[in-house]
């Protein structure tokens, strides 16, 4: 509360009101009651301090909708299916969970018009070629799709390399995130038993 009443600080009109109010407490410069401009001033601040309590229960909202958006991921062995996580009927290999359980390093099993849940590294595609189309309007308003190509030896050995047990074998090193959209550079490591 204290930090949201700040924030409305920071508009230049209720500054300015503040000040006035203060002014308005010495006796020689007094032109009104200083009570007249601060219930105004306090209203407008109270109606701010609301609007933010609106918009951070609207996130709120929004946050756990798409926490709770399915997600499947590629099951490892050190770490067993949770409760809210079941194996996929269709490859045993990958379990199905939630994007709030998703962490670094999962590897993502994402289906033909769904949205990507994270920053993500194309490993295997359906395409023989290992070419996908992605939409990045949402990070940078574009509405054309943009061919990505996945890494060619994992695209042809995807099961043999992600073969029962072997997730924790394979490692992917990155840059840390940028601002640049278009910047990218990490290697995939696979390591032998």
Do not use: W
Request: overall charge negative; aromatic content about 8%; proline content about 5%.
């Amino acid at each position: 509360m204290p930090i949201s009443i700040g924030m409305q600080f920071l508009k230049l009109t209720n500054c300015f009101y503040l000040f006035t109010d203060v002014l308005q407490c010495f006796k020689t410069i007094q032109t009104n009651s200083p009570f007249a401009i601060f219930v105004p001033l306090s209203f407008v601040v109270l109606l701010g301090v609301l609007l933010e309590l609106l918009a951070e229960c609207k996130r709120y909202s929004e946050d756990n909708k798409t926490n709770a958006i399915p997600a499947t991921r590629l099951r490892s062995q050190s770490s067993k299916t949770s409760k809210i996580s079941q194996v996929d009927p269709n490859d045993p290999r990958f379990e199905i969970t939630c994007l709030k359980d998703l962490q670094v390093g999962d590897i993502l099993k994402l289906q033909d018009g769904c949205e990507i849940p994270a920053d993500c590294v194309v490993l295997k595609t359906d395409n023989d070629k290992g070419e996908c189309f992605v939409k990045t309007s949402q990070l940078d308003g574009e509405r054309n799709l943009k061919p990505k190509l996945a890494i060619r030896t994992v695209n042809q050995d995807f099961d043999g390399i992600f073969k029962e047990g072997s997730g924790e074998h394979v490692k992917v090193e990155c840059i840390e995130p940028l601002k640049d959209l278009y910047k990218f550079n990490g290697r995939l490591l696979h390591y032998d038993a």
